[in-house]
């Protein structure tokens, strides 16, 4: 299987569907790289032909709120199949944010009301999912039904991290979704951790009084585990 370099963003799709692999599910995730929150997964499965050719689709971070909300909406009409994982901070902390990410997607997968014949994944392969899959270094640029899970996760995410603004108001998380930001760590300092915190992070471990301070110039969004500190990429 080929697919040009200008293929454009269903290149993907009309490359498997060609070798006969039909239905396909793309699945991505949005708040591996936040400290406050749940980890959100999604995944789509879009239809062959026009009906799965989304206005204005495109990776979520390159969109505009208002953009995401209308593709969300158009993702939902279209997909043959989508689905939705949510993962809360107590999880993430019990699991490690790299074993989250991959168990949120596997369930993701898992979840789709139409079982794919392949599954496309953004960055890294995923292993467990009961289907043969392709990791696609920056899926969610490159390929539609990743794209479109990208957006799902994305929105859902935002929505809900509003909904933790009404309940923690004092944290801004409407405006910086749970991700480290000056305005987060200034609250953090002032008055501590959450309940929707991530404790695994340095950062909250620090405003929490478990790490020390100096270590405040290496330690910003990095999480702490049994081997030392791994550096969290940001998703936002």
């Known amino acids: 299987m080929t697919v040009r370099r200008d293929a454009g963003i269903y290149g993907y799709e009309r490359a498997l569907r060609r070798a006969g692999l ?3 599910a793309g699945v991505d995730e949005a708040g591996r790289g936040a400290c406050a929150g ?18 204005g689709l495109a990776d979520s971070k390159l969109l505009t ?7 969300y909406a158009q993702v939902v009409r279209r997909a043959l199949a989508w689905s939705v994982v949510v993962v809360d901070n107590e999880e993430c902390d019990r699991l490690g944010m790299h074993v989250a990410n991959v168990e949120a997607l596997r369930r993701a997968v898992a979840r789709l009301g139409t079982r794919p014949s392949y599954v496309l994944t953004d960055g890294f392969p995923v292993d467990g999912l009961g289907v043969p899959g392709l990791a696609v270094w920056k899926g969610d640029r490159v390929a539609a ?3 479109a899970a990208s957006v799902i996760a994305k929105v859902t995410r935002d929505r809900l991290m509003v909904g933790l603004h009404e309940e923690w108001p004092a944290y801004d998380f409407r ?3 749970g991700y ?3 305005v987060h760590e200034a ?3 002032e008055h501590g951790p959450s309940p929707v915190h991530r404790m695994r992070f340095v950062n909250v471990r620090r405003a929490a009084g478990l790490e020390p301070v100096e270590d405040r110039a290496t330690s910003v969004g990095t999480e702490q585990t049994g081997t030392g500190l791994d550096s ?4 936002a």
Do not use: N, Y
């Not at 749940?38 to 206005?55: E, H, N, R």
């Open 38 to 55: 749940p980890l959100v997964a999604g995944a789509v499965v879009l239809p062959s032909g026009k009906a799965g050719i989304v206005p």
């Open 180 to 182: 480290i930001t000056d």
């Open 22 to 24: 039909d239905p396909i």
């Open 187 to 189: 609250a953090l300092a």
């Open 232 to 235: 969290m990429e940001e998703d």
């Open 145 to 147: 039904c990743i794209a």
């Open 65 to 71: 709120e208002a953009a995401r909300e209308r593709v």
């Open 175 to 177: 405006t910086h979704k």
